[in-house]
């Protein structure tokens, strides 16, 4: 399978609930991997948002990409990725007014 046919599948959770659909994987070129995956979701219970996974996280490949664990673990992840996020500081922008 080339990575040009993994973007843009449908991912659904082991219940076959679906999830998202791939958007981005990043790869480690000299392995020749798959380090992450990049999945965007498209509901409004999850919030339009991004999270990654790892190859160990998929089950099966084929018409949809088969997560090992259900959507409630995902939003989980989504939840602690938000709250990693506004824990964090975020540089203060400056503007400069002259007359």
């Known amino acids: 399978m080339q990575v040009s046919d993994f973007l843009g599948k449908k991912v659904v959770d082991e219940k076959a609930m679906e999830i998202g659909k791939v958007t981005d994987i990043d790869l480690l070129p000299v392995e020749g991997k798959i380090n992450s995956i990049t999945v965007s979701t498209g509901d409004t219970l999850l919030r339009n948002k991004t999270f990654q996974i790892k190859p160990d996280d998929i089950k099966q490949v084929g018409d949809y ?16 990725k938000e709250e990693k996020e506004d824990k964090e500081e975020k540089p203060k922008t400056r503007l400069n007014i002259t007359k």
């Open 65 to 80: 990409v088969l997560l090992k664990f259900e959507r409630n673990s995902i939003e989980e992840m989504v939840e602690e």
